[in-house]
């Protein structure tokens, strides 16, 4: 049996996971990124990560049997060299050349993946996608990200830039995105586009129940927030995630006309709402694609939500190896 | 050397060549479809001009060499079971064995592949997509049609309908496309939605040139015409050049981003209009696309228009028999 290790480098948490090639995890270590206390801390933060999941293992024979370490990381990565040329969120990170590091460490190989593609190969392999060959990952977070399995693999277009799913326009002229561009999907659907939506309501619907859960302060308002408020019946609120899911079926529409994927898997806290977002958009999806992209298809929200990243992170070594 | 016939079943002409393994065209037919006289007649029409291209091979180890027969079709197919299910502008065409009846008259294998799918890795084998691994191309006809080729290979998605690149949504509420639903790309962009602004803008646009080039019959606006416009400085023609640059780059800067292709390739009449529509094409691109996903990306006018059908027809051919 071959083993390999994942670590989901995320800008609050540092999750760590040692599997077996038949994707049973054997072991995980969860702890805090600490970003704000800059590159090198994070680096120790990751290899005592790594250290943990090693040390339990009494059988000499399991390290013996590691083919890599996989690494899912936020910013810019060149997959290739093993390089991380930016992280959000630490500071004093600058091009660091992370795969060598840790190889020098650990004596085995390291394998670099975006964040985004990792959750996406990790749904994929043991959680929502398992058993499906093209599948479609939709990360609902401040931002929209997205990765795209094809045969089973990350899909990474000429030089790696594939999948930033969530700027697909959905408009002309909406309302600008991150990214710069106006009317991208993530403008509309993503925490930031929601609460920005939701503070333009609250303007004519002071009694809105978010009001008050917000104590009046709009800084306070979250997806989280908004679907208190609906679940208690308040009308903006559902209103809310209704365009929410009509704004993300087009974007999946969009997708199955391109894709024709067995499924799309939705992951990030947003998913929490449930019903509430899976009714209008499949509502959507089911007006706007054609009839044969989605006549299997499924939307499912994530199985694995807390370790898609680190899975997705060991397959890739896995896979880069075998 | 190993051989394969490639075959373009088109509305107008039946295309049928001769190619080697290595991508040379060694004998090429072209013959009319008279689709109006049914099923019988095409599938005799087909038959003909692959016997035409086998005819004049004196060699006979080419004939014994060649790996089998690939048709590219438009209509609703069953690549596995070999079934064309619906063929447009063919009466009586009914669930036809297309690949059992050819299999049974010539003794080789037969492959169906779509018509979009075919042109596509005709352009990706020997025409503009050349030497590149991933590659888009849009048919820009009476509708916008596509195929997506990844590692070579046409995309099919889970049960044949990827690559619906014309039914990307550009807008909410835009015009009806031919799908049904408001606001595709190819209600933008195709030959229909061309004609159908044309004719908006023409209401208030009585002096342009177009109208004396039609003589005043609406009805016989073409693309075709809309150019010629254009190129002797017409003001309104090169407006709707402009517009549909931008329609198109708004669909490809989104292509660009889930993608990330190496090339975009365009085939089909309308790129007969070249810079008047790749010029504004590329500037909506540069500035909507995300530059990293864009960076050695190109965008080309097919290499082999005529031939693209019947050429990856022939690759397919290839691909499913080595």
Chains 1, 2 share one sequence.
């Not at 996406?120 to 392999?125: I, P, R, S």
């Not at 308002?221 to 208690?232: E, N, V």
Request: aromatic residues 8%; hydrophobic residues 40%; contains cysteine.
């Amino acid at each position: 049996m071959k083993y390999a290790i994942g670590v989901d480098l995320g800008g609050t948490n540092i999750v760590t996971i040692l599997m077996n090639e038949k994707g049973k995890i054997i072991a995980r270590n969860k702890r805090t990124t600490e970003g704000w206390k800059g590159k090198n801390h994070v680096l120790k933060r990751m290899a005592e990560g790594i250290e943990t999941v090693l040390e339990n293992q009494r059988d000499k024979e399991t390290k013996r049997q590691i083919v890599g370490i996989g690494i899912g990381t936020p910013g810019l990565v060149d997959f290739d060299k093993g390089i991380v040329y930016e992280a959000p969120n630490i500071p004093n990170w600058d091009n660091v050349h992370i795969s060598r590091i840790y190889r020098k460490k650990f004596g085995i190989p390291v394998f670099l993946e975006n964040d985004a593609n990792s959750a996406a190969l990790g749904e994929w392999w043991i959680g929502a996608g398992k058993g499906t060959r093209h599948m479609i990952c939709l990360t609902l977070g401040t931002g929209i990200g997205g990765g795209i399995i094809i045969d089973g693999k990350v899909y990474h277009g000429a030089n790696g830039y594939a999948g930033e799913l969530g700027h697909i326009f959905l408009s002309f002229d909406g309302p600008k995105c991150g990214c710069g561009n106006p009317g991208c999907m993530e403008a509309y659907a993503s925490a930031i586009g929601i609460i920005r939506r939701t503070k333009e309501l609250l303007k004519k619907n002071k009694g809105s129940l978010i009001y008050k859960l917000v104590e009046g302060n709009l800084r306070k308002i979250t997806p989280a927030i908004i679907t208190q408020a609906a679940h208690k019946g308040d009308k903006l609120a559902i209103k809310i995630w209704k365009d929410t899911g009509y704004y993300l079926g087009c974007g999946i529409a969009s997708y199955a006309n391109i894709f024709n994927p067995e499924i799309v898997v939705l992951t990030g806290g947003m998913t929490g709402a449930c019903s509430l977002l899976f009714k209008p958009m499949w509502k959507t999806v089911r007006k706007r694609a054609f009839k044969g992209a989605i006549k299997n298809l499924k939307i499912l929200p994530g199985k694995i939500p807390d370790d898609a990243g680190a899975v997705g992170a060991a397959k890739t070594a896995f896979q880069r190896t075998m």
